[in-house]
């Protein structure tokens, strides 16, 4: 039966509750509107856990002044229906106050250097302190042993292991694999955004992933002959205006001149889709 829970006392009650009784505890943080990848993510929690701690918060401090916090979807009786059918144990759904007592604006910020100030976070500057922020605060109020994160959201995740690690958080974070639509769209709540020519051209995307994994697994070493495939598909589309398309060090993201054996290498690639920006990535190499 499916629990739900407003108030940090109340979270942390009934985690307690769950540790008690020998239960490891999972968490899936999300800001709701959730799909199928959310869903593989509860999945995956579960299967690792005793106890599976959702939340959905749609989070003020990691949209900017121009972003669509405003208009982000909120689906709450929808997201708590799927939740429930994934097996999720508890649902936190939290107001603003009760995830920052002194205000949004007031608040302590967590912020990781130089990860932080990259790709996603040059374009986004306050983007990440306030992922960072928000994720540090709901593992201090619902304790999990074990939190999961979607590898499509790859400098995410990424900032999330180096702040757990230089902080010395005692959670394991583990990255499923993106889920995708048939014609290899990554899921994502801004998807519901795009008109249906939108949509079909947003697909490029996965293509250009596809054509660089080709060319590196083929032999290719140039980063820049991989960069210069990226974005020659992207361009390729109408649809598309593309904002970056990198080969970077899959563990630090900085851009590399070529793919050396043995060197973990990422392509991450942002573009907008009339007003809607979507971001995606693929491992190049192990």
């Known amino acids: 039966m499916l629990e739900t829970a407003t108030s940090v006392p109340a979270v942390r009650a009934a985690v307690a509750a769950a540790k008690a009784d020998g239960r490891k505890v999972g968490f899936v943080p999300t800001m709701g509107a959730l799909h199928e990848g959310h869903l593989r993510l509860i999945d995956h929690c579960r299967d690792r856990s005793g106890f599976t701690v959702v939340s959905i918060f749609v989070n003020p401090t990691q949209f900017g002044p121009s972003e669509d916090f405003s208009r982000y979807p909120r689906t709450l009786d929808d997201d708590l229906r799927k939740c429930r059918e994934a097996g999720a144990d508890l649902v936190f759904t939290p107001t603003p106050a009760e995830v920052y007592p002194r205000g949004a604006s007031a608040t302590t910020f967590v912020e990781v250097p130089g990860l932080s100030q990259v790709l996603e976070g040059e374009i986004r500057p306050t983007h990440f302190r306030g992922v960072t922020t ?65 949509r079909q051209g947003a697909a490029v ?24 495939i990226l974005r020659s598909t ?11 398309a990198v080969v970077a060090d899959a563990e630090t993201l900085a851009e590399l001149g070529d793919i050396a054996p043995g060197r973990a290498a990422v392509a991450l690639l942002a573009a907008r889709f009339g007003t809607t920006r979507l971001i995606d990535n693929a491992r190049l190499t192990e």
């Open 205 to 228: 995307l996965h293509r250009a992933l596809e054509a660089a994994r080709r060319l590196v697994d083929g032999g290719e070493r140039d980063a820049d002959r991989v960069r210069q």
């Open 134 to 198: 928000v994720v540090m605060a709901l593992f201090n109020i619902v304790r999990p042993d074990l939190a999961v994160f979607g590898q499509k959201d790859y400098q995410q995740q990424l900032l999330i292991r180096r702040m757990v690690e230089d902080l010395h958080v005692g959670v394991e974070i583990a990255t499923a694999p993106t889920v995708r639509e048939p014609d290899g769209l990554a899921m994502s709540s801004r998807n519901r955004y795009l008109d249906p020519r939108q």
């Open 234 to 244: 992207i361009e390729s589309e109408a649809t598309a205006r593309l904002e970056y």
